[in-house]
């Protein structure tokens, strides 16, 4: 997972993971896609079938082997093509998100969100947004495995 | 043992002794944690050492077999690899062992230097290694070294060995040590114990009064060759069908224990980077034993309990002429369940 | 309320008369101020019985054992987790309050037959804390200990100490809002009073109050300690996957390294878990042989599903679990 930059240029970038549903989410990227928006190259997408598919273990996993970040995505509360999938999404990751306060992990580390396949401009711009609260905190040092020197 | 030299070292007296060990080598010895628990650690400073433990519940094996062991690191570029070994260990002292946990290296040493594959990270550990045994007047209710023949006093197969001398008025009270040194390693540790004053007469009558109050206090001892030809004849027996049922199936008895020896190998991976590490496993999981197919030869716990038992007191015995138990009590102290070996053995004994 | 019976009489009725194959209780550990699980297989029991053994031996065997149990402050293990292993056998199962708790939190989860059960409820005013004892009177843990009224009388280099046996008892049974079981066939004494008790410790409150950075040490130095032993999964009566996430290996998701994320990343996926489920027994706390305080962790989500969704788990078996159902007006606000 190294910067694809010419060693001399290669100043701290943020790696973000992006967990999007198949239907709005990776569909509103796409539709940023087709639309020329801009967005940060930082985030790297992994499409699911569904928001409620995400287990909390992908995102630990994540951290550990060494993102800066994690951003889940999903359809909007009551747009979800199964019906109920993020409603029970939404209960997993806000305890998701209560232990990882509490344990001391940074506020931003993980971030949800909800991006419809109409929202191409909603799409960059959470990916923006996402991407700069992440450079803000820095490098994920707390739960980044070092058994293996990069 | 040819005792080469005696020295007296006063308990206030034991940080800057330790201090001086501290000088060039990494040193092993029981600290009280912040829970006020007894273990094993490194020491960062002199002072961490505590001469108020008895059998701390976490061993020493960590410094001949730490809990991971980086055997080689890797990195991939354009389709080669690159392998690079660990570097050598340091030189190292385990200090303070109770002579059970002096056995149980030697258990340690018999396992890894069999032919035909002497385990070399394991010996490259072990020759970096000073041992320092500890003889304890006391014994805890849970050790019960003595009926495996281990004398609390015994300097056998160490470099250098503490004997505990009650002096004053304090007579029941430790005040100064007597530090035998037994090998050239031992001697090696000149520097450390020149400044301490050679053990006189009197020293030398108390150190021998210790052993042999200590070689007085007669216990039956326990059977072993008994108890392996038993084990031998009673693998499919009912007896096992009982034993196992109040464990719980973890690992901490044989975490803790100071002859458990097992061992998994793990990739550890990275991109282009990755490392081969070993890490401890146990008879107690059962993805110890986990075939690759999905079958488990030893399915529950019941299997897994009588492995336990069958290593140490039968297969050990057999192969090495050597207990894989060498009566710490840990096991015990840690037990979820309190199963108590000892109990188990009697049940073997007196099983018909 | 449930009939109140002596421990013994009804263990022996139980056994002798057939009503249950394997009765799970108390009895005496080796060591001081504990108790060990006390496994007894009755007449009826035909699976895995010891053929060779004669009748009367059996008879014999198992009336040691019934004269063997005891119900006091010692018997701190949560006997539900056995439950797991005599699935199908009639089971009768001694229970504290907060046991009783995991035996609702089963029966909610379906993991074992009303039918097949006679719950024992034991009153309980708290179990002994070895350990704490231990570090009370400034020796270890395995010494020889008297018992006196209300005092703890504790042999350390010469002298006797003593110790208040409510000072004595583990942190989770200070904390306990059950001491009373919640379910059960038969009672073996008398209800105890429920102390009032505020929703959140002062050590708790004063945790969510630090920084992040202060309650990352404290997680880092509990991690630091654990050895991947998996006793805590092991005597966790909510925690009986047949394959459990840490022994998956195709793939691994969890190391098993020395490295502290790999403790972190076992412990949060098990934390996430028991999210809803854990009962707060603290058979965790009281089994981990390194002194781990997972209870800190468990306590937080606990009281954070029951402040978001009314729900404490293990009280009634009709309610469905809050995680796994839903509403509408869920918190959205951390969504962006």
Not at chain 3, 206 to 232: G, N, Q, V
Request: glycine share 6%.
């Amino acid at each position: 997972m190294n910067n694809d930059h010419p060693s001399e240029f290669r100043e701290w970038q943020p790696r973000i993971l992006a967990f999007l549903c198949n239907w709005c989410s990776y569909a509103g990227a796409d539709l940023a896609g087709v639309s020329r928006l801009q967005y940060p190259p930082n985030v790297r997408i992994i499409r699911v079938p569904c928001s409620g598919r995400v287990n909390p273990a992908y995102i630990l996993k994540a951290l550990q082997d060494g993102v800066d970040g994690v951003l889940v995505s999903g359809c909007h509360p009551g747009d979800c093509h199964y019906l109920t999938g993020n409603y029970y999404a939404r209960r997993k990751f806000r305890l998701l998100k209560e232990l990882l306060d509490f344990v001391g992990v940074e506020d931003g580390r993980v971030q949800f969100s909800w991006v419809s396949a109409a929202e191409g401009a909603k799409f960059s711009q959470v990916m923006t947004e996402v991407t700069e609260k992440v450079r803000a905190l820095g490098p994920n040092r707390r739960l980044a495995k070092r058994i293996v020197k990069m | 043992m040819m005792t080469r030299e005696i020295r007296i070292i006063p308990l206030s007296e034991m940080p800057a002794f330790v201090g001086a060990l501290m000088q060039g080598h990494k040193v092993l010895a029981p600290t009280r944690n912040d829970d006020g628990l007894c273990v094993f650690a490194w020491l960062a400073a002199p002072e961490q050492a505590d001469w108020t433990c008895g059998i701390p519940q976490v061993p020493p094996k960590q410094a001949f077999l730490p809990r991971t062991e980086i055997l080689f690191t890797y990195h991939r570029e354009k389709g080669r690899e690159t392998i690079t070994p660990p570097p050598a260990p340091e030189p190292q002292i385990a200090l303070g062992l109770h002579p059970c946990d002096v056995q149980a290296v030697k258990v340690l040493d018999a396992v890894f230097s069999a032919e035909p594959s002497p385990d070399q990270p394991y010996l490259a550990r072990r020759a970096a290694t000073t041992l320092i045994g500890r003889g304890f007047t006391e014994q805890d209710p849970l050790v019960f070294c003595r009926e495996l023949g281990i004398d609390p006093m015994d300097n056998r197969d160490c470099d250098a060995f503490l004997v505990p001398l009650a002096g004053g008025q304090a007579e029941h009270t430790t005040s100064r040590m007597a530090l035998e040194i037994l090998t050239d390693k031992g001697v090696a540790l000149r520097l450390a114990y020149d400044g301490f004053p050679k053990a006189g007469v009197e020293d030398l009558a108390a150190i021998a009064e210790a052993r042999k109050q200590s070689a007085a206090r007669g216990v039956p001892l326990l059977d072993m060759a008994v108890i392996q030809r038993r084990l031998e004849n009673i693998f499919n027996s009912d007896l096992w069908n009982r034993i196992h049922e109040p464990c719980v199936g973890c690992g901490a008895c044989a975490f803790l224990c100071p002859t458990c020896h097992c061992f998994d190998i793990q990739e550890e991976v990275m991109g282009q980077d990755g490392a081969r590490v070993r890490v401890w496993d146990t008879c107690q999981f059962d993805l110890f034993t986990r075939h690759a197919s999905g079958h488990n030869p030893r399915l529950s716990q019941k299997e897994r309990s009588r492995q336990r038992i069958m290593h140490k007191f039968s297969y050990g015995v057999g192969k090495f002429h050597i207990p894989f138990c060498v009566g710490c009590g840990r096991c015990i102290a840690v037990c979820p369940a309190h199963n108590d070996v000892r109990q188990i053995l009697k049940e073997i004994s007196d099983f018909k | 309320m449930p009939k109140q019976v002596d421990l013994k009489t009804i263990a022996r009725d139980l056994l002798t008369k057939g009503k249950v194959e394997v009765f799970i209780g108390y009895q005496a550990a080796s060591l001081p101020l504990a108790a060990a699980p006390l496994i007894i297989h009755g007449a009826k029991d035909s699976v895995d019985a010891s053929q060779s053994m004669a009748p009367d031996a059996e008879r014999d065997m198992m009336a040691r054992k019934v004269a063997a149990l005891i119900f006091d402050d010692r018997c701190e293990m949560n006997l539900v987790n056995y439950l797991h292993k005599f699935k199908d056998r009639k089971t009768a199962v001694v229970v504290k309050g907060c046991d009783s708790r995991s035996v609702v939190g089963l029966l909610q989860e379906k993991q074992v037959d009303r039918k097949n059960l006679v719950i024992i409820g034991a009153p309980c005013r708290g179990v002994v804390d070895r350990r704490h004892v231990a570090k009370l009177m400034g020796c270890d843990a395995s010494r020889e200990v008297d018992r006196e009224g209300e005092h703890f009388r504790f042999q350390c280099a010469g002298s006797w100490k003593r110790v208040k046996v409510a000072d004595a008892i583990y942190t989770a049974c200070r904390e306990c809002q059950v001491h009373n079981p919640v379910i059960a066939d038969y009672w073996i004494g008398a209800p105890v009073p429920q102390p009032d008790l505020p929703e959140l410790t002062a050590e708790m409150e004063a945790l969510r109050k630090a920084s992040p950075d202060h309650r990352w040490t404290r997680f880092h130095k509990e991690m630091s300690k654990c050895i991947l032993c998996y006793a805590c999964r092991n005597l966790c009566p909510a925690c009986y996957c047949k394959t459990c996430f840490a022994d998956a290996c195709k793939p691994k998701w969890v190391g098993r390294t020395d490295d502290p994320s790999d403790a972190m990343l076992f412990h949060l996926q098990r934390l996430m878990h028991l999210g809803g489920r854990c009962t707060g027994c603290g058979a965790c706390v009281r089994g981990c042989p390194m002194n781990v305080d997972l209870r800190l962790y468990n306590d937080h989500l606990r009281s954070h599903v029951k402040q978001e969704y009314g729900f404490m788990a293990g009280m009634d078996s009709a309610v469905h679990p809050p995680l796994a159902m839903y509403s509408m007006g869920d918190c959205n606000e951390f969504i962006r």
